[in-house]
Structure formats: C-alpha cells, structure tokens
C-alpha cells in the first residue's frame, strides 16, 4: 500500500486550495462589495487606525460614522477628544494637543482617511479604481486596487473582504509611501444618527484656521 508522507500530502491540500481560489472571479466580488454599501444609508463602526511611516508607527482608535451623502466623523478615544469631521462640503481635523482645528475643502483634501468617502456616494469599483488583484486573506479577501485619478493622495488601497462582503480592513498607501490601515469591528448599518454628529463645533477656546494658512 501506498503511503503518502504528511508533507506531501500536506503540498497537495495547499495546491489544490491555491487551483480552487484561481477560479474564483473578482467581479462578483466586487459587485456584492458595492451592492452592500450602496444599500447602506447610514454605518457606525468601532475603528482602529495604525499610521506607519518609515519606522514611525501610531495606533488610534474610536468610532466612525458615516452618511450620505458626503459626511463622515472620526471620534477618537485614543487619543481623547481628537476629531476627524466632514459636513460634505468642509473637512475639519481637531488635535486637542493644540487646540487648533485645521478646515480644509473636502474635495482639495489629501488626507489618507479621504479614500474611504467613496463609501459616501454610490460606490463604483470600476469608475475609481483599476489594476485589481485578488488573493486569500484566510477564510477573507484581499483585493488590492489602484486609483484611476492620478490626482488621488494614494497610490494604492487593499480592502479586506468577507464572503459576506462586509469590509473588514482598508489599507491605504499615500504617494509619500505612508501607510494607513484601518480596522473596523461591529459594523451598524443604517440606524438613525443625529445631524448633530456631522455639525462641528470647535471646542471652547479652540482656534479654527484654514489649512492653507
């Protein structure tokens, strides 16, 4: 009788799970990412956000939430108070280390938290994005993408997919090869939020000043 030795055997599964994931197409990927998102209205969600530049790391957390059309906030825990506001037409980041909140035009942003407004409109893979690629990311996807504006601040987006199509991870890399990765947990979709949340109001004594300036 034939033995097969676990190595080999183990060789053979991991073959025949690479030969199984080729097969899988990316568009039906990509449709049933944009089929949920544009059904979405209203998300809240429990973030993680790792800044890596050079040897340089941070780690931030908080929760954000987003509306369309156009609006977004990042309220930060860690650090306490820090906030990251769009109402749609502004972009307002307040560091409480400073007391200064920075206001710049949403559209003239190049902030590397700006990638995920695409979640604010009506999401179109093939409109904002090219180049796909497609690999496993355990029982997960990772689909990687690069911007179709060569005016975009990034030059390249990776997302982290369920069978499910919700999106777990977005990995976001500016043109300065800073790396961004956000991590979302305890997805809501569409419950009610308060217009408040999207309104920003500098705290009191805090300067508000245009990031030109």
Avoid: H
């Amino acid at each position: 009788m034939c033995m097969i030795r676990p190595a080999i055997l183990w060789v053979l599964l991991s073959l025949c799970g690479t030969s199984a994931f080729a097969q899988t197409s990316i568009l039906p990927i990509l449709n049933g990412i944009e089929k949920r998102y544009n059904a979405t209205k209203t998300l809240e969600t429990q973030f993680t956000q790792i800044f890596a530049f050079g040897p340089r790391q941070r780690t931030e957390s908080g929760t954000l939430y987003l509306q369309k059309p156009g609006k977004m906030r990042w309220d930060y825990r860690e650090p306490a108070n820090k906030l990251f506001v769009s109402d749609g037409k502004f972009v307002y980041l307040y560091s409480p280390s400073t007391n200064v909140a920075e206001r710049t035009p949403f559209k003239a942003t190049d902030d590397l938290r700006a990638p995920l407004a695409f979640l604010l409109g009506r999401l179109d893979f093939q409109k904002d994005f090219r180049r796909f690629t497609l690999k496993p990311g355990g029982k997960n996807y990772w689909i990687t993408a690069e911007p179709r504006s060569e005016k975009a601040p990034y030059s390249l987006v990776a997302f982290l997919v369920t069978p499910g199509f919700e999106i777990l991870e977005v990995e976001v890399t500016g043109v300065d090869q800073a790396v961004n990765r956000f991590r979302f947990q305890n997805e809501k979709r569409n419950a009610p939020l308060a217009a408040s949340l999207f309104d920003f109001q500098p705290p009191q004594g805090a300067r508000v000043v245009d990031a030109e300036q």
